[in-house]
């Protein structure tokens, strides 16, 4: 039975039982077993937050849902697993729809096997596309949609920065491209991408991964001639 059957299915139910509620005096509210009340609403709210879960975003309905995802989901430590070694960051809570998009992304898996796809020693390494289909049916899945800037909460373009790339298309704006990454490798920064691309993060241990990753060969695009896949991104409990 999909997601939706099921949320049916349960709505329906809690509807009959109300409608006997309001027929029959003799039935109480308060004679249904109190584990069954709680098991009921237990099911409707999960299957709410499964149906929200699920929702194929646009630029119309992406900055309301990641304020409401961003109330419930607030982590903001993740690692990153390469052939190459570990890279862990810290997500500011100061940019909270570019914090959120990601936790959202690492939950719904979509880095694993992605591509640091753009390598550019002494200057940035670039994540989270390919030119796997798996990758890009992962992205209509999940939706088409662009997130505001926020250059203006003091993040600098440093050496160990995680920002986020414009998209490519005509973009006045410097909307983010919500699916990719980068992370500052430039040991002196790249500060001339300051108020150009938001910065919503920072690396917190496995630099020398990001420098492993950013002396390889590319080729003329500057993409590495071995491709350099994600194997996953995981949220790390700090408590």
């Not at 997601?3 to 006997?20: A, D, E, M, P, Q």
Request: net charge neutral; with cysteine.
């Amino acid at each position: 039975m999909n997601l939706f059957n099921r949320f049916f299915l349960v709505v329906t139910i809690i509807f009959f039982l109300g409608c006997k509620n309001n027929s029959y005096n003799s039935i109480e509210t308060s004679n249904i077993p109190k584990n069954k009340k709680t098991n009921v609403t237990d099911q409707i709210n999960e299957l709410k937050e499964e149906v929200k879960e699920n929702i194929i975003l646009t630029d119309e309905n992406v900055i309301d849902f990641l304020f409401e995802y961003e109330k419930n989901n607030k982590e903001n430590h993740v690692r990153i697993y390469t052939p190459f070694g570990e890279i862990e960051i810290l997500l500011y809570d100061n940019t909270p729809y570019h914090r959120s998009n990601f936790i959202y992304l690492t939950k719904k898996k979509y880095f694993e096997g992605t591509q640091f796809y753009r390598v550019i020693n002494d200057f940035v390494i670039q994540a989270g596309n390919s030119d796997n289909i798996k990758v890009s049916k992962k992205r209509r899945d999940i939706g088409k949609y662009l997130l505001p800037n926020d250059f203006n909460k003091g993040h600098t373009h440093k050496r160990g920065m995680v920002s986020m790339p414009s998209s490519t298309v005509d973009n006045p704006y410097k909307m983010a491209s919500p699916f990719e990454f980068f992370i500052v490798q430039k040991k002196d920064g790249a500060h001339h991408l300051n108020g150009s691309y938001t910065i919503f993060g920072e690396v917190i241990d496995g630099m020398e991964t990001v420098d492993i990753i950013a002396n390889l060969p590319t080729d003329n695009r500057d993409w590495p001639l071995n491709n350099v896949y994600i194997n996953k991104v995981e949220i790390v409990n700090d408590n």
